[in-house]
Nanobody, 123 residues
Framework: QVQLVESGGGLVQPGGSLRLSCAASGSIFSINRMGWFRQAPGKQRELVAHITNGFNTNYADSVKGRFTISRDNAKNTVYLRMNNLKPEDTAVYYC?????????????????WGQGTQVTVSS
């Protein structure tokens, strides 16, 4: 089985910073894309940023220049550094990873999700 565990959410004032972490564990052969999505109350889940195993990155326009995604392939971990946070960044943040794993003599490639971590930006 594969599991993604997130940490680092919390309450922060506008202009503050947080760093989210997400560690993948289990029967993993390789991880291609890793990323972060978020979902605010009453809104659809949206992509925040993703990073490939070659360290190519992509960001939502709303977070460019404020958020930085990075990964440590040796630890199967992805990070999201969030600076200059705004109230509109308030949401549940979900980690996502495209993982290749051995399965019954073959291979399985699938998307996996973390349980989500709450980020609240408020004074």
């Amino acid at each position: 089985q594969v599991q993604l565990v997130e940490s680092g959410g919390g309450l922060v004032q506008p202009g503050g910073s947080l760093r989210l972490s997400c560690a993948a564990s289990g029967s993993i052969f390789s991880i291609n894309r890793m990323g972060w999505f978020r979902q605010a109350p009453g809104k659809q889940r949206e992509l925040v940023a993703h990073i490939t195993n070659g360290f190519n990155t992509n960001y939502a326009d709303s977070v460019k220049g404020r958020f930085t995604i990075s990964r440590d392939n040796a630890k199967n971990t992805v990070y999201l550094r969030m600076n200059n946070l705004k109230p509109e960044d308030t949401a549940v943040y979900y980690c996502n990873a495209e993982i290749l794993r051995p399965l019954g003599g073959s291979w399985d490639r699938n998307d996996y999700w973390g349980q989500g971590t709450q980020v609240t930006v408020s004074s």
